[in-house]
């Protein structure tokens, strides 16, 4: 055995050993003062101070240099190394890390048997001084075992695994397994890969980065043929009426069997089977099965789609929601006598939205009671007056509340339009301006700065200036109006007013080939779409949740539950979620984050008023039922020629060091040892100083 050190350069410290020993040279000796009544009879005498040039306190002095010789040692980091042990490498070292797939793949037929076994006849066959680390991955990579000579450790851990309900990323573990074998400085690094490999699990090009020095061993579990079938897609469509609240569902299935299969699909809504369907599928087809007109009994339906049994019964089974107010509620409000067709293509383009769906109710004022005004999401009084009264009063309380409102003017005359002080309405209207004999007046792009303006989302863009104008109502802005668009001649053509916690907008022409041809252009429906999504205050999110994605729950909520999802503001209790396996989950209100770990419904409570039910479907990634794997030598061929190359001999030496250093610890005596000493130091230096004889000498 042989001393040796991390940081030998910490020994550059030992020139501070000159210390202790200039203090001894140059330490002053003490005197006493003698008190003395007078000195006016005294002459004074000088004393001349005297330095020691000799070491008075040698076995300080020793005390002093050996504690600062062992903090220096310490900080050095020395270790013991064999004498037999080569320079660079451990060469009578392998070390390897066993990659087990867990991903829910492996529950077909007996594959997770299969890689079970595989991976404990590899901890089996290691040599007594070998290191083997295990890593389980799915979506991401566990270190579930450092790197250690213990094999019934490592069989311990393995035996405790199970698959899960993620999907497989090759990447993640290859690159995991990369990082904790960085560290070693074993000749011989292995990374012993058991998969089901499928081709889904990486990307085509998407190779992880592994070193030079490290060589990918691949077990492949044997995939027997199993028939199964699996649900890859459910889609809800709302009904294109825009009255009824009926809903479409369309439920893809695959058949990954080489051979056909007798399939038996049963649709259930909330706890009720409302349609069995006897299948035949071919070998490897892909049929779609559609099931309209379902009507929900409920505001919320809870749905489940399922297949019988077969070789993997986790992809048998699809949830899904469907929600009432998913579909935001839509008055329009026409004139007793409305013009031919005037209402038509606003109508139309509404039956063509999906996110979100409208709910279309077209009337007149004098069809309306003032109480049924909140029941909408959004109004549009389509070239009619505007009422006084209650009603209008009930309006201005519509718009007050977040209700949102937008009005085209026509022929119509207003004679009730309320815009100053706290007025809803914005601008004031005046007479009608129509364009020459022949030409037409343009419209400008949207405020660039406004949420109505084109963004990254190309559905949305809207390109008004192909727009041709033959007619417009004057409207003149007054103070806290904003004009989102004008026309050729800088006359106002859609300008907004905010009242409280609603939006008015108003469109100074018809939704109509009347004064126009907006809505024979393509800028019609986006325009149309986002300015509703605007006035409704829709948030947008998904709807669709998959295991391993985090749901933001509040936003989710308001997508949901449409209009009334109104946050219960005034409570500051945690939002509730009982997820699947009945497990509860508190979830802050501003940082609603919820991860989703199982398939199933998550019940969501305190985020909406509790007349509103929020729920929310999460199901597995139907990509990994695909059978399809890899050509895994191909496949770690590309990953060796893509290798990046290996740390240098030094780099390897330092870290062996550290190896050795790591077990050893032999820094952690040597600091305590320094510590004893420093007591030592101390009550020694004390008692000299307490027996050090005082010479005579007067304080003047």
Same mark, same amino acid.
């Given at each position: 055995?042989?001393?040796?050190?991390?940081?030998?350069?910490?020994?550059?410290?030992?020139?501070?050993?000159?210390?202790?020993?200039?203090?001894?040279?140059?330490? /002053?000796?003490?005197?006493?003062?003698?008190?003395? &009544?007078?000195?006016?009879?005294?002459?004074?005498?000088?004393?001349?101070?005297?330095? /020691?040039?000799?070491?008075? @306190?040698?076995?300080? #002095?020793?005390?002093?240099?050996?504690?600062? #010789?062992?903090?220096?040692?310490?900080?050095?980091?020395?270790?013991?190394?064999?004498? @037999?042990?080569?320079?660079?490498?451990?060469?009578? /070292?392998?070390?390897?890390?066993?990659?087990?797939?867990?991903?829910?793949?492996? =529950?077909? +037929?007996?594959?997770?048997?299969?890689?079970?076994?595989?991976?404990?006849?590899?901890?089996?066959?290691?040599?007594?001084?070998?290191?083997?680390?295990?890593?389980?991955?799915?979506?991401?990579?566990?270190?579930?075992?450092?790197?250690?000579?213990?094999?019934?450790?490592?069989?311990?851990?393995?035996?405790?695994?199970?698959?899960?309900?993620?999907?497989?990323?090759?990447?993640?573990?290859?690159?995991?397994?990369?990082?904790?074998?960085?560290?070693?400085?074993?000749?011989?690094?292995?990374?012993?890969?058991?998969? *089901?490999?499928?081709?889904?699990?990486?990307? =085509?090009?998407?190779?992880?980065?592994?070193?030079?020095? %490290?060589?990918?061993?691949?077990?492949?579990?044997?995939?027997?043929? +199993?028939?199964? %079938?699996?649900?890859?897609?459910?889609?809800? %469509?709302?009904?294109?009426?825009?009255?009824?609240?009926?809903?479409?569902?369309?439920?893809?299935?695959?058949?990954?069997?080489?051979?056909?299969?007798?399939?038996?699909?049963?649709?259930?809504?909330?706890?009720?089977?409302?349609?069995?369907?006897?299948?035949?599928?071919?070998?490897?087809?892909?049929?779609?099965?559609?099931?309209?007109?379902?009507?929900?009994?409920?505001?919320?339906?809870?749905?489940?789609?399922?297949?019988?049994?077969?070789?993997?019964?986790?992809?048998?089974?699809?949830?899904?929601?469907?929600?009432?107010?998913?579909?935001?509620?839509?008055?329009?409000?026409?004139?007793?006598?409305?013009?031919?067709?005037?209402?038509? $293509?606003?109508?139309?383009?509404?039956?063509?939205?999906?996110?979100?769906?409208?709910?279309?109710?077209?009337?007149?004022?004098?069809? #309306?009671?003032? !109480?049924?005004?909140?029941?909408?999401?959004?109004?549009?009084? *389509?070239?009619?007056?505007?009422?006084?009264?209650?009603?209008?009063?009930?309006?201005?309380?519509?718009?007050?509340?977040?209700?949102?409102?937008?009005?085209?003017?026509?022929?119509?005359?207003?004679?009730?339009?309320?815009?100053?002080?706290?007025?809803?309405? &914005?601008?004031? &209207?005046?007479?009608?301006?129509?364009?020459?004999?022949?030409?037409?007046?343009?419209?400008?792009?949207?405020?660039?700065? @406004?949420?109505?303006?084109?963004?990254?989302?190309?559905?949305?863009?809207?390109?008004?200036?192909?727009?041709?104008?033959?007619?417009?109502?004057?409207?003149?802005?007054?103070?806290?109006?904003?004009?989102?668009?004008?026309?050729?001649?800088?006359?106002?053509?859609?300008?907004?007013?905010?009242?409280?916690?609603?939006?008015? #907008?108003?469109?100074?022409? %018809?939704?109509?080939?009347?004064?126009?041809?907006?809505?024979?252009?393509?800028?019609?429906?986006?325009?149309? @779409?986002?300015?509703?999504?605007?006035?409704?205050? $829709?948030?947008?999110?998904?709807?669709?949740?998959?295991?391993?994605?985090?749901?933001?729950?509040?936003?989710?909520?308001?997508?949901?539950?449409?209009?009334?999802?109104?946050?219960?503001?005034?409570?500051?209790?945690?939002?509730?979620?009982?997820?699947? +396996?009945?497990?509860?989950?508190?979830?802050?209100?501003?940082?609603?984050?919820? &991860?989703?770990?199982?398939?199933?419904?998550?019940?969501?409570?305190?985020? !909406?008023?509790?007349?509103?039910?929020?729920?929310?479907?999460?199901?597995?990634?139907?990509?990994?039922?695909?059978?399809?794997?890899?050509?895994?030598?191909?496949?770690?061929?590309?990953?060796?020629? +893509?290798?990046?190359?290996?740390?240098?001999?030094?780099?390897?030496?330092?870290?062996?060091?550290?190896? $050795?250093?790591?077990?050893?610890?032999?820094?952690?005596?040597?600091?305590?040892?320094?510590?004893?000493?420093?007591?030592?130091?101390?009550?020694?230096?004390?008692?000299?100083?307490?027996?050090?004889?005082?010479?005579?000498?007067?304080?003047?």
């Amino acid at each position: 055995m042989s001393l040796s050190w991390i940081n030998p350069l910490y020994f550059a410290g030992l020139s501070l050993l000159a210390l202790p020993v200039l203090i001894h040279l140059v330490q /002053r000796q003490q005197t006493s003062g003698i008190k003395f &009544p007078s000195l006016m009879f005294l002459r004074q005498i000088p004393w001349r101070e005297k330095r /020691r040039l000799e070491i008075r @306190h040698w076995l300080l #002095l020793l005390l002093r240099c050996l504690l600062l #010789l062992l903090v220096m040692f310490a900080f050095a980091r020395p270790f013991l190394s064999s004498e @037999h042990a080569p320079a660079i490498l451990d060469l009578q /070292r392998s070390d390897s890390v066993i990659v087990i797939d867990r991903s829910y793949s492996m =529950r077909l +037929s007996d594959s997770w048997q299969q890689a079970q076994q595989i991976a404990l006849r590899l901890v089996d066959e290691k040599q007594a001084q070998d290191r083997i680390g295990v890593i389980a991955f799915d979506d991401e990579a566990e270190v579930v075992s450092d790197l250690t000579e213990n094999a019934a450790n490592l069989r311990t851990v393995i035996e405790r695994q199970a698959p899960g309900l993620r999907t497989t990323r090759l990447r993640a573990a290859l690159e995991q397994a990369t990082r904790l074998l960085a560290g070693s400085n074993a000749q011989r690094k292995r990374i012993l890969l058991v998969s *089901d490999f499928q081709a889904a699990g990486i990307a =085509r090009g998407d190779l992880p980065l592994v070193s030079q020095d %490290t060589e990918i061993v691949a077990h492949a579990v044997k995939l027997a043929d +199993s028939a199964n %079938t699996s649900i890859s897609a459910v889609s809800v %469509t709302p009904s294109a009426d825009g009255a009824s609240d009926e809903f479409t569902l369309a439920v893809e299935l695959t058949n990954h069997s080489a051979k056909a299969m007798q399939q038996r699909l049963d649709l259930s809504l909330d706890g009720r089977v409302l349609a069995q369907r006897e299948l035949n599928l071919p070998p490897g087809a892909v049929v779609t099965q559609t099931f309209s007109g379902l009507s929900p009994a409920a505001s919320l339906v809870r749905g489940v789609v399922s297949l019988a049994d077969d070789g993997l019964a986790l992809d048998n089974h699809a949830y899904f929601v469907y929600s009432k107010q998913q579909k935001l509620p839509l008055l329009i409000i026409e004139g007793s006598r409305p013009r031919a067709n005037q209402g038509v $293509y606003l109508e139309s383009v509404l039956r063509l939205a999906r996110d979100p769906a409208f709910r279309v109710e077209r009337r007149s004022w004098n069809q #309306l009671e003032v !109480t049924e005004l909140s029941s909408w999401a959004v109004i549009v009084i *389509d070239d009619t007056t505007i009422p006084g009264g209650d009603m209008g009063t009930a309006l201005r309380d519509f718009v007050a509340a977040g209700g949102g409102l937008l009005v085209t003017l026509g022929t119509a005359q207003q004679d009730n339009w309320l815009s100053a002080g706290d007025g809803f309405l &914005p601008g004031k &209207p005046l007479g009608p301006v129509d364009a020459r004999s022949g030409a037409a007046f343009g419209i400008r792009a949207l405020d660039a700065d @406004h949420p109505l303006a084109a963004n990254r989302d190309s559905r949305y863009a809207s390109n008004l200036s192909t727009t041709s104008i033959f007619s417009y109502r004057m409207l003149q802005p007054t103070a806290g109006d904003r004009v989102l668009a004008y026309y050729d001649d800088d006359a106002a053509a859609l300008v907004e007013r905010q009242l409280e916690q609603g939006k008015t #907008l108003v469109l100074t022409t %018809t939704l109509d080939p009347h004064w126009n041809d907006f809505a024979l252009q393509p800028a019609f429906l986006p325009f149309l @779409h986002r300015s509703l999504r605007y006035l409704a205050g $829709y948030d947008a999110y998904r709807r669709e949740f998959e295991v391993g994605d985090i749901a933001y729950v509040m936003r989710y909520a308001r997508a949901q539950a449409g209009s009334d999802a109104i946050v219960a503001a005034a409570s500051a209790a945690p939002l509730i979620v009982e997820a699947p +396996s009945t497990d509860i989950v508190r979830l802050e209100r501003e940082q609603a984050l919820l &991860p989703i770990d199982e398939p199933g419904f998550y019940q969501v409570h305190r985020a !909406t008023p509790a007349e509103v039910e929020v729920v929310l479907a999460a199901n597995i990634d139907p990509a990994e039922a695909n059978p399809r794997t890899l050509d895994v030598a191909r496949f770690v061929e590309e990953i060796k020629a +893509s290798a990046r190359p290996a740390p240098p001999a030094e780099i390897l030496t330092r870290r062996q060091a550290a190896d $050795y250093e790591q077990q050893q610890q032999l820094w952690h005596l040597v600091l305590s040892a320094a510590l004893v000493l420093l007591l030592l130091e101390a009550l020694l230096a004390n008692r000299v100083a307490l027996n050090r004889p005082l010479r005579p000498g007067v304080k003047i």
